[in-house]
């Protein structure tokens, strides 16, 4: 996972091995530059200095647990720019990884203004009823849990086995389920949250992913795949 994608028109390198001590250093670089981004966009929007919201409020909760849903949705698409040699999936995927970098980086902003944490409660417990909870599985370098649609470190570590056709196959099967899951609390907060920004961002993040969702099955059909069930 790289902090600056790579563009789609240039040549992928080919596959190499990387350590989980270079992962684990540049998943750190991202997570501070996310932060740096989202603070001066969310100072240039005037957000948290007239009111701020609890620790578990509609805007905070849903900040803290969709900046992690995009944390996963751009080391997927960053991968893919780095093993694909299609274009098509290379476009795509770097319009992800662009957008959901930019995303997160604001949310977490938004939190760090807000004085408030970056992780830590129960995921989706915001939405109320059942919508919290959803602790499915152990995921390093998560606050240790998954949301719906995430994929989990076995996923995760048979995407990174595959190339070609396969790899790109699978790709889209992730990361149409990864945008199905994170929908329901993007709808939720363009409905609830008391910030305008956050509606703003939440209505966007639900329109955008639904459009990428409708792309990526018509690719995912023309490369011969079928969808993973929705989460």
Known sequence: MTATAVRPDQDAPA???????????????????LVALGGGLAVG????????PSTDSV???FARDMSLHHRQGVEMANLALERSTDPEIRQIAFDISSTQTNQAGRMEGWLSLWGL???GGEHMA???GEHAGHDMASMPGSDGALMPGMATEAELADLRS?????????????????HQGGLEMAQYAAEHAAEPAVRTLARSIADTQTAEVTTMAGMLTARGGTPLPAP
């Open 15 to 33: 596959p190499a091995p990387r350590g989980r001590g270079l992962r684990a250093v540049l998943l750190a670089v991202i997570a501070v530059a």
């Open 45 to 52: 929007l005037g957000i948290g200095h007239e009111r701020t």
């Open 59 to 61: 805007d905070a909760g």
């Open 117 to 119: 944490p970056r992780s």
């Open 126 to 128: 915001w939405m109320g």
């Open 162 to 178: 595959l190339s070609g056709t396969a790899f790109d196959v699978e790709f889209l099967r992730l990361m149409i389920r990864h």
